[in-house]
């Protein structure tokens, strides 16, 4: 395997049930964990629908995925970017997402929450700095 | 190929996993066990019913490697290991101990 480690983003702009594009995001993602390879995800636009918490599906038949972000830490994604002007702009606060564990494997360092809030100078920063972003 | 337990049949998939988690019976798992030529022990439902719980709260099946970290948390870390699960569930423990619970095969199981 390669030394060199990468910075994967994942880009997610879309609400979660209308279309296929958070549930492909999110199976790409725990997919691509196996590759270690450092991997953060930007959510913006209606993208920041996908964390929102207490999500339920049944009124529509589809499968509810949301509970599936809690185990993002546990596939070593180690950023979680949201957006605050589209969060803002939806009447969303950090209180309304959920919350995402991440343990260190060396150093058993546990952090409780690494979703962030970020403003928009920074999500260009963070893009910048990114080897590959992937847009969903 | 359908499996059939107390007379009554489970559809599957091509590659023998439930297609419907909710039909699940736990004499699913002994059927399935059956024909790997396995006899399941206490040892054996500690995973599959650690697997059953995993999907109720989080909706998938873990990754081998997620397993193994959740399971050594869970269960201790004289289990959280690949040589003890695979010590039971010789195909693999993501995907055969999976199969036996009820789940799809995991994602991201590479």
Redesign the interface.
């Known amino acids: 395997m390669s030394e060199v480690v990468k910075k994967f983003m994942y880009l997610n702009r879309k609400a979660p049930y209308g279309t296929i594009y958070a549930w492909e995001s999110l ?1 790409v993602v ?5 590759f270690d390879q450092e991997v953060s995800l930007m959510f913006v636009d209606d993208g920041v629908y996908q964390l929102v918490k207490g999500q339920d599906t049944a009124g529509i038949g589809m ?6 972000y ?2 993002l830490g ?2 070593e994604v180690r950023y979680i970017y949201v957006d605050a002007d589209s969060l803002a702009a939806r009447g969303l606060t950090q209180d309304d997402l959920v919350a995402i564990a991440y343990e260190d ?1 060396d150093t058993e360092e546990e952090i409780e929450n690494i979703v962030e809030v970020v403003d928009a100078a920074r999500v260009v920063e963070l893009m910048d700095e990114a080897d590959v972003v992937f847009s969903f | 190929m359908p499996i059939v337990v107390d007379g009554k049949t489970f559809e599957t998939d091509e590659e023998g996993y439930l297609s419907n988690i909710n039909d699940w019976v736990p004499g699913v798992a002994g059927v399935m066990a059956k024909e790997d030529d396995l006899e399941l022990t206490e040892e054996h439902w500690d995973i599959i019913n650690f697997l059953r719980e995993y999907y109720e ?4 099946a ?2 081998v ?2 397993l193994t ?2 399971v050594g948390k869970k269960l201790g870390k004289d289990k959280g290991n690949s040589k003890y699960l695979y010590g039971l569930f010789p195909y693999g423990p993501a995907k055969q101990a999976c199969r036996y619970a009820g789940l799809p095969k995991p ?2 199981c ?1």
């Open positions: 199976e725990l997919i691509g964990a196996a499968k509810n995925f949301s509970p599936t809690r185990t546990d596939y494997m | 709260e989080y909706q998938i873990p990754a490697r997620v970290k959740a994602t991201g590479v």
